[in-house]
């Protein structure tokens, strides 16, 4: 499953001089630098201010809402109570905590070494479960959106400057600005990667890419 067909690099290149001047040597190497041409996309623009999340980009209000009408909190609890009353309604013990992972088919498959693993798949991925593994992709796909703009919004908060003029302390910063992009782009791979994960215990989903999110730090 991916966030989006546009990369993390894509949406975040920054225009980083203030004004016209002559530039250093360094200003010159940075200039030419892929990483820090600016992007004026409707979707790099909506994505940057933190009006909507990607995937929400030219098709959703500005609310927080899903195409469902509910926000995430309101449609992670749904699908909570719905994963719960499709496994209780078929006789399988919920007492411990459940792992699970989306493939990019959109199957639900249980990690692990889960004694009713082979028949939890059967059930979720049949259609007598109604759109539970649909519906849950598309929570996965919120919760990559969440992780995405609070990485994104720590990566802005870090890009920041003091608006130093010597010459050697903007050198420095430079340097920094092509490290935090390269941190950047490692942290949205790794949301890519854990964005098809999520866990259920006691009765509530824990998701793997939220966690990654609010641990990181550039």
Do not use: C, W
């Not at 909570?80 to 007492?95: D, F, G, T, V």
């Amino acid at each position: 499953m991916s966030i989006s067909s546009v990369s993390a690099a894509q949406m975040l290149r920054r225009q980083i001089f203030a004004a016209p001047r002559s530039p250093s040597s360094a200003e010159s190497f940075v200039a030419a630098s892929d990483a820090y041409q600016l992007d004026l996309s409707e979707q790099a623009l909506a994505y940057l201010d933190g009006s909507r999340p990607l995937s929400a980009v030219g098709s959703s209000p500005l609310n927080g809402l899903n195409n469902t009408g509910e926000t995430f909190a309101e449609k992670n609890e749904r699908l909570q109570k719905e994963l719960q009353r499709i496994l209780l309604s078929r006789n399988i013990n919920i007492s411990g905590k459940m792992d699970f992972s989306l493939d990019s088919s959109g199957r639900l498959t249980v990690s692990g070494d889960h004694p009713d693993k082979e028949h939890i798949e059967a059930i979720l991925n049949d259609s007598s479960a109604g759109r539970f593994a649909s519906e849950m992709k598309g929570l996965l796909n919120e919760a990559a959106d969440k992780a995405q703009s609070e990485v994104s919004e720590k990566y802005k908060i870090a890009l920041e400057d003091d608006d130093d003029e010597d010459d050697k302390k903007k050198e420095n910063e430079y340097e920094k600005q092509l490290r935090l992009q390269a941190r950047m782009e490692q942290a949205s791979r790794q949301i890519t990667a854990l964005s098809g994960n999520f866990s259920f215990e006691n009765g509530s989903f824990s998701f793997p890419v939220l966690d990654f999110a609010a641990g990181f730090s550039f």
